[in-house]
């Protein structure tokens, strides 16, 4: 089943839009997001994906429908443990409740963005130069090792110039 491109443009429109309200709209309030108010979020996505999967029925059919609803599920399911490592995150440096959100902010988009830009850098690098997979590969294994027969040294982020950054103090140490 052939589908316009303004479908695809819209889909695009919409996600844009949505984290657009997700990220911007959370902001203006001053004080923490409660468990309720956190659940009650989180279920409206929900519903807007299970709507949008409906569409996707309508108009693609329903094997691009079950497709869809199998990404979205191993995608919530594996965003999970996105949730430990904020915690963790949070916890190491302090970061109050009131500030949460904006480094969640900071960080999704950053990731967004640095994400696209590694994407395209390493699709126009195999592109240009298929040896280069090697390297890519060795680098992997060697990160893989070196983890693997690490001592477990904690780094202290305290004294780092990026913690001093954030903190105001503009010094390089």
Known sequence: ???SIWFWVAFH???FVALIIDLVEFRHRDRE????AAAQRSLLWVALSLAFNCVIWQVKGSESALEFFTGYVIEKSLSVDNIFVFVLIFTHFRV???AQHRVLVWGIVGAMVMRGVMI????ALVSS????LYIFGGFLILTGIRMFFGKGVETDFADSWWMSSANGVHTLR
């Open 33 to 36: 997001l409660s468990m309720r």
């Open 1 to 3: 089943m052939s589908t």
């Open 120 to 123: 395209w850098l390493g699709v």
């Open 13 to 15: 429109i919409g996600v």
């Open 96 to 98: 109050s409740g009131k």
């Open 129 to 132: 130069f298929h040896w280069i």
